[in-house]
């Protein structure tokens, strides 16, 4: 089957993508944002209430084992999802903000004291930065920041024509009060991928725990956090197909049997008394409360749809998009692309485009993002009027503030790819922006 039958294939399980809006055929472009859920995933969520729902962990009767089977399946499917060694180190979380300031809290509870210091990178979303921020405000933590150049690379991944992208420009930030290291693996924004595999070795060097931020690559491209040997990894079910409400965060287990509980209640407990309580074994010390545990038996399926295209399928496809979509766009006057450019986007082969750099890095290419601005037309208008051709885009700081201060600019307009688009999508979308362009 030639690939655009298969993805059109692949579309009849999204209904939602055959809706009109605005009496126009639906254009959805902000995968980034959050995906549209397969048929399968939403069958599954509606069986499992109508018929198992039961709380987990607790009941002894049949419908609450059946629940807690689901949800410790799902358990086991994600750890084979990211290749992690045990299902003890994989903590369920409402999502990647909750991942993250899971570990911000804990970590710096435990392990920082006033002055140490956290690095992260010029283009982290606000969810990794701002948990680091509030232990700033009440531990005294200190939060640097890697820089990026002009192009949207992070400076220690940085290609140029004197030297290898390396990372061990890193060193240079890294001090004796570094305690922690936490980046983006890719921007929501510019869609860089980052060479954290190069940061976590450097980091390791010096005994620093790295946490990768996976929101941008879990649904993109196959995630191994042994062959990463990451410390921790944090993504969203909402972003790759899954339900809303569940998220993950990989812990080592060394360092999640270090770090103290995130919240308490129930779930999360050995033994309470007035006196003393002593805390469940791995997970179930960070997972307090009634788990979402409809949305982990819905991240199973969504595991499993992916896994039936998989990931070789929807690297390719998604990379040809972006490099489809930066082609066409650049034939647009007065279009500035921002982020890494077309140079490092892998063709549909897998390799990259011809450069004219030396030995640009498959760990810098591009992924499924494009972020631009035409002109001086604000992108905020440039995404309304998109939206009444039916086209769906994201507009504005993308939730990376110190990234637009870096760029110098208030926003983008934003556009996502999933596996479901095609590029007859995107010549709407290129269509739409030069009829807005014209406009102005
Ligand atoms: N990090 C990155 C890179 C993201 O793109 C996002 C979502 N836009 C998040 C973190 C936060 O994810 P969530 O809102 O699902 O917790």
Request: charged share 20%; hydrophobic share 45%; with cysteine.
């Given at each position: 089957m030639e690939l655009c039958d298969y993805i059109n294939k692949v579309r009849e399980d999204f209904p939602i993508l055959s809706r009109e809006v605005y009496g126009k055929p639906l254009v959805y472009l902000d995968n980034a944002a959050t995906t549209q859920k397969p048929l399968c995933v939403l069958d599954a969520m509606r069986d499992e209430y109508l018929n198992v729902n039961a709380n987990v962990h607790r009941g002894v009767h049949y419908l609450s084992q059946q629940a807690t089977?689901?949800?410790?399946?799902?358990r086991e499917k994600v750890r084979g999802f990211?290749?992690?060694?045990?299902?003890?180190?994989?903590?369920?979380?409402?999502?990647?903000?909750?991942?993250?300031?899971?570990?911000?809290?804990?970590?710096?509870?435990?392990?920082m004291q006033p002055g140490d210091e956290v690095i992260v990178t010029e283009m982290e979303h606000h969810s990794n930065i701002v948990p680091w921020q509030l232990q700033?405000?009440?531990?005294?933590?200190?939060?640097?920041?890697l820089p990026i150049t002009d192009d949207g690379r992070l400076v220690c991944s940085s290609t140029s024509e004197a030297a290898e992208p390396s990372g061990d420009d890193i060193e240079t930030y890294i001090t004796e009060r570094t305690k922690i290291i936490s980046v983006a693996h890719v921007s929501n924004v510019l869609g860089t991928v980052n060479p954290v595999e190069e940061i976590i070795k450097t980091a390791h060097k010096h005994g620093i725990p790295v946490l990768v931020d996976g929101a941008q690559s879990a649904p993109h491209f196959k995630v191994d956090v042994q062959a990463m040997d990451c410390d921790f990894f944090a993504f969203s079910g909402h972003k790759m197909y899954g339900p809303t409400g569940i998220g993950v965060l990989y812990g080592k287990e060394d360092w999640l049997e270090k770090l103290p509980p995130y919240q308490g209640g129930g779930e999360m407990i050995d033994k309470v008394t007035w006196e003393k309580t002593t805390f469940e074994r791995l997970p179930f010390k960070f997972e307090a409360g009634t788990p979402d545990y409809v949305a982990t038996h819905g991240l199973t399926k969504a595991i499993e749809y992916i896994d039936s295209i998989g990931f070789d399928m929807i690297q390719a496809h998604e990379q040809e998009l972006t490099r489809y979509c930066m082609e066409q766009l650049m034939t647009i006057p007065d279009m500035h692309i921002y982020g890494p450019q077309l140079s490092t986007v892998r063709s549909a082969k897998g390799r990259l485009l011809p450069t004219g750099r030396k030995n640009c890095?498959?760990?810098?290419?591009?992924?499924a993002v494009v972020s631009f601005?035409?002109?001086?037309?604000?992108?905020?208008?440039?995404?309304?009027?998109?939206?009444?051709?039916?086209?769906?885009?994201?507009?504005?700081?993308?939730?990376?503030?110190?990234?637009?201060?870096?760029?110098?600019?208030?926003?983008?307009?934003?556009?996502?790819?999933?596996?479901?688009?095609?590029?007859?999508?995107?010549?709407?979308?290129?269509?739409?922006?030069?009829?807005?362009?014209?406009?102005?």
């Open positions: 089977d689901l949800h410790e399946a799902a990211i290749n992690a060694g045990k299902i003890e180190e994989i903590v369920f979380t409402r999502g990647t903000t909750e991942a993250i300031n899971l570990v911000a809290s804990s970590f710096c509870e435990s392990q700033a405000m009440k531990r005294g933590i200190v939060v640097k920041h890095q498959l760990s810098t290419v591009k992924d601005n035409v002109g001086n037309i604000h992108h905020l208008d440039m995404g309304t009027l998109l939206d009444r051709l039916g086209i769906a885009v994201r507009t504005g700081q993308h939730c990376a503030q110190p990234l637009m201060d870096r760029l110098g600019i208030s926003g983008t307009v934003r556009a996502s790819f999933a596996l479901y688009n095609t590029k007859q999508e995107i010549d709407i979308l290129v269509a739409g922006i030069r009829r807005v362009a014209q406009m102005f």
